[in-house]
């Protein structure tokens, strides 16, 4: 069985997210999790790096919106 190697897309792909102004917006947030979500499994490598990407969020970035979108992101993923 080939291992999956989505973790490494939702890595760089975080990055770009990062790197453009700094934070993470809901919008952004949706695509990484569309990324984990595609192949219709969540793996401990997407959750490791999902997990520390949620970590990296700032008090400025967590606005009701996000903080409502980061719940519903825990539970289809379950980290």
């Known amino acids: 069985m080939q291992e999956n190697r989505d973790y490494l897309e939702l890595a760089f792909r975080s990055i ?3 790197s453009n102004d700094g934070k993470l917006d809901v919008g952004e947030l949706q695509k990484l ?3 984990v979500l595609r192949d219709g499994l969540v793996d401990d490598n997407e ?3 999902l997990r520390s990407i949620l970590r990296r969020l700032t008090t400025a970035e967590l ?3 996000m903080l409502a979108r980061i719940e519903s992101v825990r539970t289809q993923t379950g980290i």
């Open 33 to 35: 999790v569309d990324i």
């Open 63 to 65: 606005t009701p919106e």
């Open 47 to 49: 959750k490791r790096v």
């Open 16 to 18: 770009e997210c990062f």
